[in-house]
């Protein structure tokens, strides 16, 4: 397969790890149930806020990229976006998909799709944010440079 250059060249889209993350913490808790918490009432007190908190952030983050006219499809990046919630992180919509886990964790009370939120955030930030990193700084440069001195990469 060849390289586009002009984009990061990621291993794969962070919404296949996504859902990847979400179907094996659900099958696991269907396999072999871990709760959480004794009462699943703080599990749905913690969870339903967190989920409505991530999803937020993901419409958030999404606006401000069409606001900003960047596709964040992985296409080629003309511009760095440090406005709207990339002011808080380099990357909101990985924030919202790895709160999004552990909400979903929260509210069915199920310890395995914590575990996923972990190994989702590993996974995310070794072979998709490092990757993007360094495609970000060989486009934009100092600019690129200064934005990640000052703007942490998950909150």
Do not use: C
């Amino acid at each position: 397969m060849k390289k586009n250059t002009d984009a990061p060249n990621i291993l794969t889209k962070p919404p296949k790890v996504l859902l990847t993350a979400l179907i094996a913490g659900v099958l696991l808790h269907l396999w072999r149930p871990i709760d959480i918490f004794q009462n699943p009432w703080i599990a749905y007190g913690i969870g339903w806020p967190l989920l409505v908190v991530s999803v937020l952030l993901a419409v958030w983050a999404v606006k401000t990229m069409n606001k900003h006219k960047v596709d964040f499809r992985f296409a080629p990046v003309r511009t760095v976006v440090t406005k709207g919630p990339y002011a808080l992180s380099r990357n909101p919509m990985y924030v919202a998909m790895a709160l999004l886990v552990a909400s979903v964790g929260l509210i069915i009370n199920a310890e395995w799709l914590l575990v996923a939120t972990v190994l989702f955030v590993a996974f995310i930030h070794i072979n998709v944010i490092r990757v993007e990193e360094q495609y970000m700084a060989r486009t934009f440069g100092d600019d690129y440079k200064a934005y990640k001195a000052r703007v942490r990469p998950w909150f």
